[in-house]
């Protein structure tokens, strides 16, 4: 195979990438532009000569098919252990282990198992069934909203996937926001690119890493226990443990996982998606006129304002994507907020349609990594846009649109806040389907 040398070193696209993976609000507040370059670049670009990025849509799923060489495993080079001492590097063990029980840290065989096990908790039915809740808690969240003329609509897609997972999982509302807490200082020190991590941000880790093992070990037990409590998400969870298809600590690593994966991109989905429909206004009409549209809205504003923007994997040998060989134990980047936008792909990408025919989006991820908890997040995206258009047909943003400021994280993609005028509310739609 004729193998195409590695793209141009672009000092000037280099530094915009810098920028944004630093969260520089300059380029975070709109990464569009800057992904169209990176994508004209090749289909491969050498950020920094070395960290190959990939940000058109057939590359990003030819990579995300191929997993037995594009694994999901963070390592723990990053923390770079041999300037740590003893005690320090102790700890970072102890993170290590833990991540290694969740699975979108796990590959091959183990990652397929322990997922099948989890994939129980959300069969179809299931999720389905839990629609009727779903529609009152947002009908009653919007009921308190309903009390201002101006609120943030951000309060609420806070709230939304927040009363959702603690019905789901059986949970107290403020045990999650404890538990989120603890979930980003974890996250902390998943760095997406270079940087040493501070010893201060390890030990923090370390320390939500024990409070969040504990919090589940507790939490098993209680629903173990205690019929009352138990939900039937959490019987199947304690069913495979009991079935021996998860272990103990396996069954721990699959709860602090699915608690805090549930909670931000949900929360960035309903505010992107109604910002994106507000500042299009024909579309918001299109769904006014006919919200029985929300399902495949959803996909649309999931495509063109993806929560969750990009993604790692490491090479465990040397792999070639549209001709380009990436060496072995290679950090690639993937662009799912790109691969969404690429004109090879969608038509007309930078527009928002919701009639659009080709709505395959890759904004819960791809292959076999691919979101499993994708349904429930787009049961909870349906009803509430369905609702909102329902209820509050002349809804507008209460402010200057270009005022508005987007969180400077390069990954997880969202709004600060989002004030909204509710104008006339035609009243609770509990009833409706
Ligand atoms: C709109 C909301 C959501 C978005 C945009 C989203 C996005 C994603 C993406 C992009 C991935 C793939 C990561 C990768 O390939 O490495 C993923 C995986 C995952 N998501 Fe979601 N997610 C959402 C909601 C949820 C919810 C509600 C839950 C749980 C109840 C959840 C649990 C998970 C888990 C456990 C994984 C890892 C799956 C695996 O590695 O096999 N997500 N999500």
Not at 71 to 77: D, F, S
């Amino acid at each position: 195979m004729i193998c195409a040398a590695k793209t141009v070193i672009d000092n000037d696209l280099d530094q915009s990438i810098t920028k944004f993976l630093a969260g520089d609000s300059a380029v975070t507040q709109d990464p569009y532009p800057l992904y169209k370059r990176i994508r004209d670049a090749g289909p491969v670009y050498w950020y920094r000569d070395s960290i190959p990025i990939i940000a058109r849509f057939a590359d990003a799923t030819a990579l995300f098919k191929d997993s037995a060489r594009f694994l999901t495993y963070r390592g723990k080079e990053r923390f770079a252990p041999e300037r740590l001492s003893d005690e320090d590097r102790a700890r970072v063990d102890e993170i290590v282990a833990f991540e290694a029980l969740q699975m979108n840290e796990m590959n091959g065989d183990g990652h397929r198992r322990v997922r099948a096990a989890a994939q129980r908790a959300f069969l179809p039915p299931r999720i389905n069934q839990f629609e009727a809740q779903v529609r009152g808690i947002v009908n009653d969240l919007l009921d308190e909203m309903a009390e201002n003329d101006i609120s943030d609509f951000m309060k609420f897609a806070y709230r939304l996937p927040l009363s959702v997972v603690s019905v789901f999982m059986g949970m107290p509302k403020a045990d999650i926001d404890t538990l989120k807490e603890l979930g980003d200082d974890i996250a902390a020190i998943k760095p997406f690119v270079g940087g040493e991590l501070s010893v201060e941000k390890i030990r923090k880790a370390h320390l939500s890493v024990q409070r969040t093992q504990s919090y589940v070990r507790e939490m098993v037990a209680r629903h173990r226990s205690d019929a009352a409590v138990r939900t039937e998400f959490m019987e199947a969870l304690l069913d495979a443990q009991s079935g021996d298809k998860l272990s103990q600590d396996e069954l721990g690593g699959t709860i602090s996982i699915l608690i805090y994966a549930s909670h931000e991109s949900s929360t960035n989905m309903l505010g992107n998606g109604l910002h994106s429909l507000l500042t299009n206004r024909d579309q918001w009409e299109r769904l006014v006129a006919d919200p029985s549209l929300s399902d495949r809205a959803v996909a649309e504003l999931l495509r063109y304002n993806a929560p969750v923007q990009m993604m790692t994997r490491r090479t465990c040998e040397t792999a070639t994507l549209s001709g380009v060989d990436i060496p072995e134990q290679t950090r690639v980047l993937i662009l799912y907020g790109s691969a969404n936008h690429d004109e090879r792909e969608f038509a007309d990408p930078d527009s928002l349609d919701l009639m659009r025919t080709k709505a395959n989006h890759i904004s819960f991820g791809y292959g076999v990594h691919v979101c499993i908890g994708s349904a429930l997040a787009r049961l909870e995206g349906r009803v509430a846009f369905e609702t909102l258009t329902r209820r509050f047909p002349d809804m507008e943003i209460a402010a200057n649109p270009g005022d508005l400021t987007w969180n400077a994280h390069p990954v997880f993609r969202g709004l600060k806040s989002l004030p909204v005028r509710l104008g006339r509310d035609r009243g609770r739609t509990d009833m409706v389907r």
